[in-house]
């Protein structure tokens, strides 16, 4: 279950006392079936599954959550197959061509009458909320995914003051530092991948994998104006990421260095397989993200 990506957003951290009641709330919200007319659901499910009765789980100051959904799928390709079909019968029948309007309303007739019989597929996003740190992590690449998250545990509190993280630095400039030859902050390493951009509208962008970063290729992109908007990094031989301009963390992978953790751990059962899992993951995102707040010089959520 380990997150493979994270956006982050700030609360401020004294909400950590109104979330005693967070299992009722999110209970209130949790996912119902699609209906034959919608084309998708969303509501909270238990993180180790649909059936489960908890709605989240807690470790100290950590929390993950589940929100789930259901999206019917009906490609706009067989919408628009049928819907021409249907248009040429019509106008064939009637002797002249169908207006706008006409057309509009019997595709919506079509998409009605096709929903029913759609696939309907599961999605699942996780997130996880650290109550010390003031931060809430969602596993999505997509800002839009994870502020869905986000808007619907809005939704289940009444109140979550969450906002998208923010640096008092340009991030751009402080990666661009770090491949340049600056000192990296204690436990980082540079990873074998970065993309440099022209900072100018439309210009050249490079993307290298695989590559060492402190070589004369490089430096000489570096040279000609190009800087870092995505960077792979290391922290502590744990976890390695890249970390993007958005101060989105993308590619997060878990390495020996913390999975060998795990096997050191006594548990029994799927659940308790879980748990370990979560309490590990927390625990490295945790350090992650004290690191960036300090590399990056984040805006607190708290009013100063």
Not at 72 to 86: A, H
Not at 187 to 200: A, H, Q, R, S, Y
Not at 258 to 280: F, P, S
Request: net charge negative; charged share 30%; with cysteine.
């Amino acid at each position: 279950m380990f997150f493979r990506n994270l956006t982050f957003f700030r609360f401020p951290v004294a909400l950590a006392k109104k979330l005693d009641d967070l299992d009722a709330r999110l209970e209130e919200c949790r996912l119902k079936p699609v209906g034959p007319s919608e084309l998708m659901s969303r509501g909270f499910v238990s993180p180790f599954g649909r059936d489960e009765a908890t709605m989240s789980h807690r470790i100290n100051d950590a929390i993950w959550l589940t929100l789930g959904g259901e999206d019917r799928l009906l490609p706009s390709s067989v919408v628009n197959d049928e819907l021409g079909k249907r248009i040429a019968a019509m106008e064939e029948k009637e002797g002249r061509k169908l207006g706008g309007r006409a057309r509009k309303r019997l595709k919506e007739d079509l998409v009605m009458e096709l929903l029913p019989r759609a696939f309907v597929r599961p999605v699942r996003t996780h997130a996880t909320l650290d109550l010390q740190h003031g931060f809430i992590a969602v596993d999505a690449s997509s800002r839009k995914t994870a502020e869905n998250l986000v808007s619907e545990l809005r939704h289940a509190l009444g109140s979550f003051p969450a906002l998208p993280l923010n640096a008092e630095v340009s991030a751009r400039a402080v990666l661009t530092g770090w491949i340049a030859g600056e000192p990296l902050p204690g436990g980082l390493v540079l990873g074998d991948e970065c993309e440099l951009k022209d900072p100018i509208d439309g210009g050249a962008v490079v993307k290298c994998q695989r590559q060492e970063l402190l070589c004369d290729e490089i430096r000489k992109h570096l040279e000609s104006g190009k800087q870092v908007s995505k960077l792979a990094l290391v922290l502590d031989d744990h976890v390695s990421f890249v970390l993007g301009e958005d101060l989105v963390v993308r590619k997060l992978k878990f390495l020996d260095g913390a999975v060998d953790q795990l096997e050191h751990t006594e548990r029994d059962g799927v659940m308790a397989e879980l748990d370990a899992r979560y309490a590990l993951m927390a625990g490295e995102l945790k350090r992650l993200f004290a690191v960036l707040e300090t590399a990056l010089k984040f805006s607190p959520a708290d009013p100063q």
